[in-house]
């Protein structure tokens, strides 16, 4: 948790377990730019020395990217109506 700047005492004292969970989840966010970067520089260093193309991706594909390939759900007007029934009920809750 230090790595996404979060005090410990927060951590070990007051965060709820669904803010955990969050956090936790998406860590691996956090040296994305690292990564990028230590990718690119494995890409320049392969492509001078092929006589092929090379695609970054093709030397190491990331979870993110994974993330992004993954098609959407199509919307159906089945899907549609039970999307405005969530938002229904979520509405009527907040406005309890």
Same mark, same amino acid.
């Given at each position: 948790? +230090?790595?996404?700047?979060?005090?410990?005492?927060?951590? +070990?004292?007051?965060?709820?377990?669904?803010?955990?969970?969050?956090?936790?989840?998406?860590?691996?966010?956090?040296?994305?730019?690292?990564?990028?970067?230590?990718?690119?520089?494995?890409?320049?260093?392969?492509?001078?020395?092929?006589?092929?193309?090379?695609?970054?991706?093709?030397?190491?594909?990331?979870?993110?990217?994974?993330?992004?390939? &993954?098609?959407?759900?199509?919307?159906?007007?089945?899907?549609?109506? &039970?999307? &405005?029934?969530?938002? #229904?009920?979520? #509405?009527?809750?907040?406005?309890?």
């Amino acid at each position: 948790m +230090l790595k996404c700047g979060i005090s410990p005492a927060y951590v +070990l004292d007051e965060m709820p377990l669904y803010e955990v969970d969050l956090f936790t989840s998406y860590l691996y966010l956090v040296d994305k730019a690292a990564a990028e970067r230590m990718r690119m520089m494995m890409w320049m260093t392969a492509q001078t020395n092929s006589t092929k193309r090379i695609k970054p991706e093709d030397i190491v594909e990331f979870a993110w990217e994974r993330e992004q390939k &993954q098609p959407a759900e199509p919307m159906t007007p089945e899907r549609w109506a &039970q999307l &405005q029934e969530h938002a #229904r009920a979520m #509405r009527e809750k907040i406005n309890k």
